[in-house]
């Protein structure tokens, strides 16, 4: 897809994790029949996805319009998704909500929900928050085909986690994912030809720091 349009979608999916009207949103993205609901067509009028009183995606998003049903009812699912509880900490809060996205292979939307609170962050926090994104980052690459690309960036982000206690990144498993990518990371360094295996699910801790999922 165009940036602009996946840029639009990725904000929606983003603000619907929390956004009722944003859910709607994707909801007509995902089967749109009619004239969206007033407060959808808002939230889509603002992100330049239909007109005023529009019934279709604009003419200029037409040819990814199969592209946009899919990914609108991937980033639905994602913000439906129930989400164990993983304590009040905000960066827990939003690695739960990472997950889910992380769930449905939304991984640019992963990016960018977890850059939010890693630049407010310091010191080892900041550095497991951006070990995950680079991983996450690493998968999206491999989804567009960027073998090289996600080879340097899963390589640096394993590193970055590796060298960062275990419960820096307050909510995920950090071993659990280290574990869980080193297959990928063998592979990337192999030939390049050899089979990835699939992006592993992100292993959530909860308020007592037990897995939850």
Do not use: Y
């Not at 279709?56 to 592209?67: F, G, I, R």
């Not at 394993?158 to 995920?172: H, K």
């Not at 050899?194 to 992006?199: C, K, S, T």
Request: include cysteine; charge should be negative.
């Amino acid at each position: 897809m165009p940036l602009p349009l996946r840029n639009a979608l990725a904000e929606l999916a983003c603000a619907a994790l929390d956004d009722t009207d944003a859910r709607a949103a994707l909801a007509w993205l995902a089967d749109p029949k009619g004239e969206p609901p007033a407060p959808a067509a808002s939230r889509l009028v603002a992100a330049h996805l239909i007109d005023p009183g529009g019934t279709a995606l604009l003419d200029v998003h037409t040819p990814w319009e199969a592209t946009v049903r899919a990914r609108a009812a991937r980033a639905l699912r994602a913000a439906t998704a129930p989400r164990p509880a993983v304590g009040d900490d905000p960066v827990a809060r939003t690695i739960g909500q990472a997950a889910a996205l992380w769930g449905e292979g939304l991984f640019f939307e992963v990016h960018e929900i977890l850059e939010a609170v890693w630049q407010r962050e310091r010191g080892e926090r900041r550095n497991g928050l951006q070990g995950v994104i680079q991983i996450a980052v690493a998968w999206h690459h491999l989804a567009h085909g960027n073998r090289r690309g996600a080879r340097r960036l899963l390589r640096e982000g394993r590193a970055r986690l590796a060298a960062v206690p275990s419960d820096a990144v307050p909510g995920l498993d950090v071993a659990a994912l280290l574990d869980a990518t080193t297959a990928a990371e063998v592979a990337l360094d192999d030939a390049a030809t050899a089979p990835l295996p699939d992006p592993p699910p992100l292993v959530l801790r909860d308020a007592s720091n037990g897995p939850s999922a």
